[in-house]
């Protein structure tokens, strides 16, 4: 035994075969780490809390508003090193498989690996730490960007996605796309990426995650010695003023080049407060759209054979950047009688609740899917990640299963499936395109 | 973890990788045909038709009320090809029973419910049910309307079926609409039939249980599949160059904002004995990853695209390039594109670009150890190719492989054939183009 103080405390999970290590280091940075032996994968990820959303902020008591696009924008800039170098191309060349991604609530920087993973730590750390733009590079990157943002206004999935939530959220800033628009990156300079990059790469605002035949401790030393000592403040985000729970429209229809018309209904929910209620919350609202739109759900199957619904339709629940919503979906002939019949049975649950053997089983498909979501260390990364910035830990699911009842569920849908709530985004197909 | 593999029943072969690391075990059931197109709606059309009842479970609700009993666990459906066999049946993963309360084994269920599936349909008079095949009839139809959503694997796609338009290759594995529009349930019935008895079957398990539990389980659960005169003629037709002296050129409009240019590739003589690992290391090498120089210089020094990116089908012996560009830089793409194969050709390949791409290509193998759906379709594939070497195998030869190998490989690439998906009323000639950077494009998942 070394005579040194343990960085990380240990979590067991006897019950799903997993251990976790966690803990805040002086800097702030939160670690989470999760041994696996016998794999021959290792996998890291290094998110800090900052995303498409967070336009506005407060750090230092000054004020700053920001145009759309800057974290997105950042993360694609991050890779560049000071001598020329590139992360990305450093990271491939010794092995690893490194990438990014921005969403709503996150930028997360993350390395798969069979081989030098402490090399590869090593590297992630650095980049990630180390800003380097000049208004050359900045400005080249711009047709890379403005090429991806064109390549989203082409996808159906994401232009009925965005404008979902256009019509819940009247001022909320995950409404904006995280990638931004052409005009807005416009205005995006190497002074703008160096200021977000101070104030939202700071540890103490970053969190990592690993998973691997790792040594725990030894991914928290690691991170000392890479990352800046000190401390900074946090910046807060500011995304205006709670919004009422409706939607501001009810409707939006537009037009595409696709085969069939894709639909996705959403609501909001009450905004995430953290913590184990907030998770609590969460799962009870998986379980409960499990048992009413799930593909063992009596909806779903009566309008699946009714030729309504097809096997691609889903529902998630989704709580990025502190806002809280549920979205179910797919490709209907008719989307607006899905909508109808949504509405009949989430009035029909809240009266007659769920079926308590029906309730059994469906706790049982949970567990026996969220065990399985434990073989992907990507997810389970990522999800930990996510679960740092909402104040809770996604292992805890599954002794949270076991809490909920049938009742909660129930009270669930009748307290916000309700029929004022909801909003329907529909493409539908352009007549020339309808005829396949 | 171990493998063995083994013939239950004529025809029936199993599969098997012996592992502990994991919490849920994983099996498939594939029956292996010829694709082409008079029967590639059929057999897209059948696992769907299967997967609406048994006769122990003859409708959608008791079957799924029966797999949430089993903790959530999925059969599903699959529908895939490898070169031109078209492999359908189920994949299902299910909890070890180190996870479960009291340790319940659900193997045993699971083959036989799995097997039910296959096997036993819910049928009338020995009929499929009109209603189930009406039905799924529709929702492929929609599927293959679909295809259109997409507009990066609609190139894809498009690229792959003009440039193999003599092969079967071209022959999606959904079928086309008219074949789909013209199945009746007695036909296809019948043909459902004739697939049982002849259709070389491949089982896959990992897992926890030993060999015999499971090679028992399966020999139980399938005892009642019918076997005729197996049919083992089945395989890739390959051919080694374009079909014309001069690559061909292909255009399509359609509202869109973004081009996509794909380029199609005979991978050439060099398919008359494949090094398997020097062709996935000069894959890596030209324009797989972001160290490849499709990446660095398309994408990263000129800025052409977003992406621009290049995978092998080697079943089939060929190579797609895709890539996402404006509309004017069609030439400066297409021309930079080809560029870099040249380079690739006369051995342009720094040692650096060379012990990346053979890492990549190493890890991803390696990688594929973890991954039980990664698994199953590695052994999959295997067992159509009949070839008997694991990940870790090939990661060690991918490790050897020299410059001249990568160089000898890109040599004997030939371009077949490029396609140009654009906007409605450009005019041919403006600007500049971009590609997508990096893209794993499934062509046959």
Not at chain 1, 211 to 230: F, M, N, Q, Y
Not at chain 2, 296 to 310: G, H, I, P, T
Request: charged share 30%.
């Amino acid at each position: 035994m070394r005579d040194v103080k343990m960085k990380l405390s240990k979590h067991e999970y006897p019950g799903v075969g997993e251990t976790l290590y966690a803990g805040t280091l002086d800097n702030g940075l939160e670690v989470r780490v999760i041994p696996k032996k016998d794999f021959s994968t290792y996998y890291a990820a290094f998110a800090t809390r900052y995303g498409g959303a967070h336009r506005r902020f407060a750090v230092d008591g000054r004020r700053l508003d920001t145009p759309a696009g800057v974290a997105h924008y950042l993360e694609h800039k991050m890779f560049d090193l000071p001598n020329g170098d590139n992360a990305l191309s450093i990271l491939s060349a010794n092995g690893a498989d490194p990438n990014a991604f921005t969403s709503a609530e996150m930028t997360c920087y993350y390395f798969e690996c069979t081989e030098a993973f402490e090399e590869n730590l090593r590297m992630l750390l650095h980049f990630v730490s180390t800003p380097y733009f000049t208004d050359e590079t900045v400005q080249k990157e711009q047709g890379i960007i403005a090429q991806e943002i064109r390549m989203g206004e082409d996808n159906p999935g994401m232009v009925v996605y965005y404008k979902l939530l256009e019509m819940l959220y009247d001022h909320h800033p995950i409404r904006d796309r995280v990638a931004g628009s052409v005009e807005s990156i416009a205005e995006i300079t190497a002074g703008t990426l160096y200021d977000c990059h101070r104030v939202f790469y700071a540890p103490s605002n970053m969190v990592l995650c690993v998973e691997g035949d790792v040594d725990p401790e030894a991914v928290a030393r690691i991170a000392e010695e890479v990352l800046p000592k000190e401390k900074a403040p946090v910046p807060t985000a500011d995304f205006g003023e709670e919004e009422s729970l409706l939607p501001s429209a009810a409707l939006h229809m537009e037009e595409m080049a696709v085969s069939a018309p894709q639909f996705l209904i959403g609501l909001k929910l009450a905004p995430g407060e953290g913590g184990p209620a907030f998770h609590r919350r969460y799962i009870t609202a998986e379980l409960a759209m499990r048992m009413l739109c799930g593909p063992s759900s009596p909806f779903f199957l009566r309008l699946y054979e009714q030729g309504l619904l097809t096997a691609d339709f889903g529902c998630e629940i989704d709580s990025p950047a502190g806002a809280f919503m549920v979205i179910a979906g797919g490709e209907s002939k008719d989307p607006e009688k899905v909508q109808d019949e949504f509405k009949k049975e989430c009035a029909r649950i809240a009266r007659e609740g769920f079926d308590e053997a029906f309730f059994t089983r469906i706790k049982r498909a949970a567990f026996g899917s969220k065990l399985r979501g434990l073989e992907d260390f990507d997810n389970v990364c990522v999800s930990l990640a996510q679960g740092v910035f909402e104040g809770i830990c996604t292992l805890d699911a599954f002794a949270l299963l076991e809490g909920i009842s049938a009742e909660d569920c129930r009270r669930f849908v009748e307290e916000n499936l309700t029929p004022e709530r909801m909003a329907l985004s529909v493409i539908r197909p352009k007549a020339a395109e309808a005829a396949g | 973890m171990e493998y063995s593999r083994s013939e239950l029943m004529p025809g029936v072969f199993l599969s098997h990788l012996r592992s502990d690391k994991f919490k849920t075990a994983c099996m498939s059931a594939t029956l292996l045909s010829q694709l082409k197109r008079e029967t590639a709606s059929m057999n897209a059309l059948i696992p769907n038709v299967l997967a609406r009842g048994t006769t122990r479970y003859p409708d959608l609700e008791q079957l799924f009320a029966r797999f949430d009993e089993l903790y959530g666990a999925a059969v599903e459906p699959i529908n895939r090809r490898m070169g031109e066999v078209h492999c359908i049946g189920f994949f299902a993963s299910f909890p070890e029973p180190a996870f479960l309360p009291g340790g319940e084994a659900l193997l045993g269920e699971m083959t036989t419910l799995m097997a039910e599936m296959l096997l036993s349909p819910n049928t009338r008079g020995g009929l499929l049910l009109p209603a189930y095949v009406d039905s799924e009839k529709e929702k492929l139809l929609d599927l293959i309307r679909s295809r259109v959503n997409d507009k990066r694997s609609y190139a894809v796609t498009r690229c792959l079926e003009e440039m193999c338009c003599c092969e079967d290759y071209a022959v999606s594995r959904f079928g086309t609409v008219e074949d789909c529009e013209a199945i009746h349930y007695k036909k296809l019935t019948r043909y459902y039939r004739e697939l049982l008895r002849k259709s070389p079957v491949e089982l896959f398990y990992c897992g926890r249980a030993p060999f015999a539990e499971v090679e028992n389980a399966f020999r139980d659960a399938l005892s009642g599949m019918p076997r005729g005169e197996i049919d083992y003629e089945i395989g890739t037709d390959l051919r080694m160059n374009a079909l014309e002296s001069e690559p061909r050129y292909f255009e399509e409009r359609m509202d869109v904002t973004q081009g996509r240019l794909v380029l199609g590739f005979r991978l050439g003589e060099c398919m008359e004995d494949p090094d398997r690992a020097a062709i996935h290391v000069f894959n890596a090498v030209y324009g797989s990853g972001v160290t490849s120089k499709l990446f660095m210089n398309v994408r990263e020094k000129l800025s052409l695209c977003y992406s621009a990116s290049s995978a092998v089908v080697l079943r089939k012996g060929l190579m797609i390039v895709s890539s996402g560009i404006a509309f004017e830089n069609f030439d400066a793409a297409k021309a930079e594109i080809l560029a870099q194969l040249e380079a690739v050709r006369n051995g342009d390949i720094t040692d650096e670009e060379l012990n990346a791409a053979r890492r990549a290509v190493a890890s991803d193998l390696r990688a594929t150890l973890d991954s039980q759906s990664d698994l199953e379709s590695f052994w999959l594939s295997q067992a159509v190719a009949g070839l008997d070497y694991g990940p870790t195998e090939l990661a060690e030869l991918v490790e050897d492989v020299t410059k001249e190998a990568v160089t000898a490989v890109a040599r004997s690439v030939e371009l077949d054939l490029v396609y140009f998906l654009r906007d409605e009323d450009g005019d041919g000639e403006d600007e500049d183009d971009k590609d997508e950077g990096r893209e794993d494009e499934a062509f046959e998942a």
